[in-house]
Nanobody, 126 residues
């Protein structure tokens, strides 16, 4: 059973930065898994923010390109999301997820991900 735990959320002003972390339970995640960050704002559908595929291929949503950076420390089983130049529209609950195996370009559909963290809230004020 994979367990994921996010941390690092908080409240910042527009233009600020936050770094999210997602720790996976030891021994539960393998290099062939997709690892991804999603977010969900009130009244909106959950959307993919960034992902890392089985060969390290990284993809970002257009809305965060150039501002967010996804990375992982495989030895520590930890996924990160560095968020810079934050905007009020980045306000959402952020989730890490994993599950798809062997994908180079990770899927964006939430239904393809089997394991989710509980989420961490990010609030950006103007």
């Amino acid at each position: 059973q994979v367990q994921l735990q996010e941390s690092g959320g908080g409240s910042v002003q527009s233009g600020g930065s936050l770094r999210l972390s997602c720790a996976a339970s030891p021994g539960s995640v393998y290099s062939s898994y997709c690892m991804a960050w999603f977010r969900q704002a009130p009244g909106k559908e959950r959307e993919e923010v960034a992902s890392i595929g089985s060969d390290g291929t990284i993809r970002y949503a257009d809305s965060v390109k150039g501002r967010f950076t996804i990375s992982e420390d495989y030895a520590k089983k930890t996924l990160y999301l560095q968020m810079d130049s934050l905007k009020p529209e980045d306000t959402a609950m952020y989730y890490c997820a994993t599950g798809p195996v062997g994908w180079i370009q990770c899927p964006t559909e939430t239904a393809r991900y089997d394991y989710w963290g509980q989420g961490t809230q990010v609030t950006v004020s103007s």
